[in-house]
């Protein structure tokens, strides 16, 4: 079956750098364009980051433009979310997303906190 599995997240100053993985199997992830999103408290989850199958299209929230960075394995199956001088603002719960045949396949979270 499906399975998008994060790791990575935790506590970290602001300023900081902190690099989240996401871990896919039971679909053809070389095929895939996978998405990282984000839900804060009380906010509705918002697209960060998508890379497209082979890497050569990506996009960016305005919001971390220049701080992230979103990249795969295609050999491990594996999403990276690099996370570069963090803000308190870029506090919550980080997924990761795929669509097969018109639905949505998410993963069960990582927090990321940022504080000091």
């Known amino acids: 079956q499906v399975q998008l599995v994060e790791s990575g997240g935790g506590l970290v100053q602001p300023g900081g750098s902190l690099r989240i993985s996401c871990a896919a199997s039971?679909?053809?992830?070389?095929?895939?364009?996978m998405n990282w999103y984000r839900q804060a408290p009380g906010k509705e989850r918002e697209l960060v980051a998508s890379i497209s199958s082979t890497g050569t299209y990506i996009n960016y929230a305005d919001s971390v433009k220049g701080r992230f960075t979103i990249s795969r394995d295609n050999a491990k199956n594996t999403v990276f979310l690099q996370m570069n001088n963090l803000k308190s603002a870029d506090t919550a719960v980080y997924y990761c997303?795929?669509?097969?045949?018109?639905?949505?396949?998410w993963g069960q979270g990582t927090q990321v906190t940022v504080s000091a």
């Open positions: 039971g679909f053809t992830f070389s095929s895939s364009t």
């Open positions: 997303k795929t669509s097969l045949f018109g639905r949505d396949r």
